[in-house]
């Protein structure tokens, strides 16, 4: 099973600023087959990135991703208030599909 | 619009069972992988299950293996879980969700609002 360790566990920003979550896998994530989400309190999670670095329908550009193997980011320019949030990573390219712990992003 | 509805979810008591449905709507169901993924209260998320559009092939998280299975009716555009030897580790929000491949070899596309099982003597 591949484990996803994301850092940091929570990050204390203001809208407008700009972030970078990091995404570490403990073995090779085949074919790039990461993908990141967020989810907000009461709400299911929403896909942002799929493939490592394609955006998913409707987000904005805002978000950005990269990573190739063991190690993804996820960068966010110019938070807006609706971004503050958790964000998961998740893998797909081996069973069981597995999912990082969260980054929770917390306005300051 | 593309929409995932859950249903099934209750309080039920250790070693029991439980059956899941998830009603899908404005897209073609039968053309499309499927999943269940769940969430502990206040934990992260966990996969659980996939099938695929014709429901020929399905795959389970190490948890639940032997315990749950996931169907489909393609005739109903429903999705299934049925959950048994259920233990109180299984508690959980459960969602289904969307694969865009109809393999269920991608990320997850469009989700449901999830149904809460609860399992408690």
Known sequence: E??????PGTLSLSPGERVTLSCRASHH????????YNQKPGQAPRLLIFAASTRATGIPDRFSAYGS???FTLTINRLEPEDFAVYYCHQYGSSPRTFGQG?????? | QVEL??????????ARSLRLSCAASGFTFSSFGM?????????GLEW??????????????DSVKGRF???RDNSKDTLYLQMTSLRPEDTAIYYCAKDPGPYGTYAFDVWGQGTMVTVSS
């Open chain 2, 5 to 14: 509805v859950e249903s099934g979810g209750g309080v039920v008591q250790p």
């Open chain 2, 69 to 71: 299975v996931i169907s």
């Open chain 1, 69 to 71: 193997g063991t190690d």
């Open chain 2, 48 to 61: 659980v299950a996939v099938i695929s559009y014709d429901g020929s092939n399905v795959d389970y998280g």
């Open chain 1, 103 to 108: 980054t929770k992003l917390e306005i300051k």
């Open chain 1, 2 to 7: 591949i484990v996803l360790t994301q850092s």
């Open chain 2, 35 to 43: 999943h269940w993924v769940r969430q502990a209260p206040g934990k």
């Open chain 1, 29 to 36: 994530v085949n074919n790039n087959y990461l993908a990141w």
